[in-house]
């Protein structure tokens, strides 16, 4: 490993495979007409299909805008715990001329055949897949308890928009977002990623953060999608302790994160926020004026 390889916050360098560079950009201008009948020109997202194939055995196709396919491969991979971690991982290249992602391990996997033999569909946008067992697993992990204030989740709500750049322009995709938020700083926004599925924008945040030795425990995770039991499991696998979205939440991703301890705020835009666990991590500390017509019951703010 030479000098440029990543280093963790101690100095110790982190291991990173061979990899192409091959993100596409992620918006195509094409014509259409409006509804005077006129045409006009604007942007639509990207969609290309990807086949990840896993030491030459074909894994899954992944619908995507393409901007960073290696990422995507990577957190894909150790998300579904396809490998045992990022330094099994030998070589991965794209080829988009034949829509396909060839990953190499030292040690060709051995127990590939029954990871695949356990598969569930999940609600993920294009119909997302997990492989095995990962939900008996999951449960066993436990995200670090953090304290969160009112005006912090204010500040990040305020900064995000302004990186919906791909939504912005051409629609039709989600965002995800890693974070630093602090009570005595702007929120920093270490990776902010569009997809056309919000599980693919995770998995790309994953193999960002895997790649480069990123602690996730200090960090937020927002993203523009629902909450589901496929969101909470990736940010759990992150150990990143604050999940937030300005979508709305599923029961089974409520379950999961109350057993996993993460801090689950949805419906968050503007001043508006709705807190289904950990509503006693957080301090309100900017509680918004009483709004004309409506009288707040006794511990409303807090009940979630």
Request: hydrophobic share 40%; aromatic share 6%.
């Amino acid at each position: 490993m030479d000098a440029a390889t990543p280093r963790t916050d101690d100095g110790r360098r982190t291991y990173r495979p061979e990899m192409t560079d091959a993100g596409l950009r992620p918006a195509h201008e094409v014509d259409a007409v409006d509804e005077y009948g006129q045409r006009r020109t604007g942007f639509i997202a990207g969609e290309r299909a990807l086949t990840l194939f896993l030491d030459d055995r074909e894994i899954v196709t992944l619908m995507t805008l393409g901007t960073h396919p290696e990422m995507l491969t990577l957190g894909y991979l150790l998300n579904q715990r396809l490998v045992p971690c990022i330094e099994s991982v030998d070589a991965i290249r794209v080829d988009w001329g034949a829509g396909r992602v060839d990953v190499e391990t030292f040690e060709r996997i051995s127990d590939l055949d029954d990871k695949l033999r356990h598969r569930t569909v999940t609600t993920g946008c294009g119909q997302g897949t997990v492989f095995g067992r990962i939900g008996d697993q999951i449960e066993k992990i436990r995200v670090p308890r953090v304290a969160v204030t009112q005006s912090s989740i204010y500040r990040l709500l305020a900064g995000i928009s302004e990186h919906n750049e791909v939504y912005r322009r051409a629609g039709a995709v989600h965002g995800c977002a890693l974070c630093e938020v602090t009570d005595d700083s702007d929120p920093r926004i270490d990776l902010f990623v569009e997809d056309v599925g919000r599980h693919n924008a995770a998995d790309a945040i994953s193999g960002h953060m895997w790649l480069n030795a990123i602690d996730g425990r200090s960090k937020w995770f927002y993203t523009t999608g629902r909450l589901t039991s496929e969101m909470v499991i990736k940010v759990a696998q992150m150990q990143v302790p604050i999940l937030l979205s300005r979508s709305g939440v599923t029961q089974r991703g409520l379950e999961l994160a109350r057993t996993i301890g993460v801090v689950l705020i949805a419906r968050a835009k503007g001043r508006h926020f709705l807190v289904y666990n950990g509503a006693d991590q957080i301090t309100f500390d900017a509680i918004p004026a009483q709004r004309p017509g409506t009288a707040r019951q006794a511990g409303s703010s807090t009940s979630a």
